[in-house]
């Protein structure tokens, strides 16, 4: 007969090999990099089209990088150098994106009559978009409108407010896909008249 006293050492040691015959954790596979061996990790592979992600293709990316206004002397609707060169850079991106139109804005710092800074805007404008045409800009896809003084970029009574004021601004955005219209059935049936008696 077993004693008080060996009871809790007999159930110790039986727990103790109850824990021994557990089967072990598995162990999972070892991770294989294929790109370990070349030194640096992933392997280049190469530009995506369009740009990172195509973030070329977008109007953030016209306005911000390829820049979006070009600025203009008083009362002159001749391109300067520095125009023609932003102008340049415009037609370039159109050029690629197809997929965008463009609005050529003009507009007139706020000296002058109400019509005579709207005349100055349209013509600001159409010196802009004849550029970018003869840079190879189809001009279907560009159409000019002018503000006048009606949009200041800056508001003061000052030459700095007027210089940044007499502009044109270019806002590209992307054309809406067409979409193919299937012919409409006639409603007469073939040989009737509709709505005929019996």
């Known amino acids: 007969m077993m004693n008080a006293a060996t009871k809790p050492v007999l159930l110790a040691a039986l727990l103790g090999l109850a824990a021994c015959t557990q089967p072990a954790a598995p162990v999972a596979p070892p991770v294989v990099d294929p790109y370990a061996s070349t030194g640096g990790g992933a392997v280049f592979q190469g530009d995506l089209a369009g740009g990172v992600l195509g973030a070329e293709a977008t109007a953030q990316y016209f306005r911000g990088t390829v820049g979006d206004t070009v600025l203009f002397p008083a009362d002159q609707t001749t391109l300067t150098p520095e125009a023609r060169t932003i102008l340049a850079g415009q037609a370039a991106w159109l050029t690629r994106h197809t ?27 159409s010196a802009a978009q004849e550029y970018l045409v003869a840079q190879g800009v189809a001009p279907g896809r560009i159409r000019t409108l002018s503000f006048g003084k009606e949009r ?17 601004v270019t806002v590209v955005t992307e054309a809406a896909p067409t979409v193919a219209m299937a012919p409409v059935a006639s409603a007469a049936p073939v040989g009737g008249v509709v709505g005929a008696g019996m």
């Open 99 to 125: 997929g965008f139109t463009a609005v050529v804005q003009g507009h007139a710092e706020e000296t002058g009559t109400r019509e005579y800074n709207l005349a100055l805007g349209a013509r600001r404008a």
């Open 152 to 168: 200041p970029a800056a508001s003061c009574s000052d030459e700095g407010c007027y210089a940044q004021n007499r502009r044109v």
